[in-house]
């Protein structure tokens, strides 16, 4: 089946450092990519996305390029700041047997960034 | 443009009551997904509503429930709470559309159930 694979955190980062959250994942199907963060005590937020090879998501800094060669959408910043600070996850949304679409998220990595 | 809203943002409850949680999605969204996230287990499917008919299904118990209405609103529905059914409950809502576009989807804040 469809799965999702994330880097283990946490990832502890000094502000204005590069950051690079690795993500990976198994599809049947052609799926689309998203990147979502959860800030404390809130819900789930839409990063960025992609929907096809060769794309690049960006948002706020922010980017990852869907990579089906090594089926890879890798999320990187070039400086990041205290405010980054959160729970980020790599999801993927594959079409069903039915031909419904199905997400799978990944397990979160937990960034903290230190002034 | 309003985001999905859900209510109440936290309740605590007592093992073997029961609870209903309430979702609002965003404007014209017709799709409705309801997560469980803990720590332990993460970001885990219930559900899915579109069109008022469940359209997929997590490997949860019966003891959990949907709905979804004429207007998309929909709620979620947990009998008999056991301890380990406190979490956050997490809608999301998207077109329902069968395109990459139309199926991305958007969370609410969601709420904080404790059962004691």
């Known amino acids: 089946g469809d799965s999702v694979t994330q880097m283990e955190g946490p990832v502890t980062l000094s502000e204005e450092a590069f950051l690079t959250i690795n993500c990976t994942y198994t599809a049947t199907g052609y799926p689309s990519l998203f990147w979502y963060v959860q800030y404390p005590g809130e819900g789930l937020q839409l990063l960025l996305k992609a929907t096809k090879a060769d794309d690049k998501g960006s948002n706020k800094g922010f980017e990852a390029t869907y990579r089906k060669e090594t089926t890879s959408f890798h999320l990187e910043k070039g400086s990041v700041q205290v405010s980054d600070s959160a729970v980020y996850f790599c999801?993927?949304?594959?079409?069903?047997?039915?031909?419904?679409?199905?997400?799978?998220f990944g397990t979160g990595t937990r960034l903290k960034v230190l002034a | 443009k309003a985001g999905v809203t859900q209510t109440p943002r936290y309740l605590i409850k007592t093992r073997g009551q029961q609870v209903t949680l309430s979702c609002s999605p965003i404007s014209g969204h017709r799709s409705v997904s309801w997560y469980q996230q803990t720590p332990g287990q993460g970001l885990q499917f219930l559900f899915e509503?579109?069109?008022?008919?469940?359209?997929n299904k997590g490997n949860f118990p019966g003891r959990f429930s949907g709905r979804q209405f004429s207007n998309s609103r929909s709620e979620m529905n947990v009998s008999t709470l056991e301890l380990g059914d406190s979490a956050l409950y997490l809608c999301?809502?998207?077109?329902?559309?069968?395109?990459?576009?139309?199926?991305?989807?958007?969370f609410g804040e969601g709420s904080w159930l404790t059962v004691v």
């Open positions: 999301a809502s998207s077109q329902g559309q069968e395109t990459p576009a139309g199926n991305t989807i958007y």
């Open positions: 509503y579109f069109s008022e008919t469940q359209r």
């Open positions: 999801a993927l949304s594959d079409r069903t047997a039915s031909g419904t679409y199905k997400y799978i």
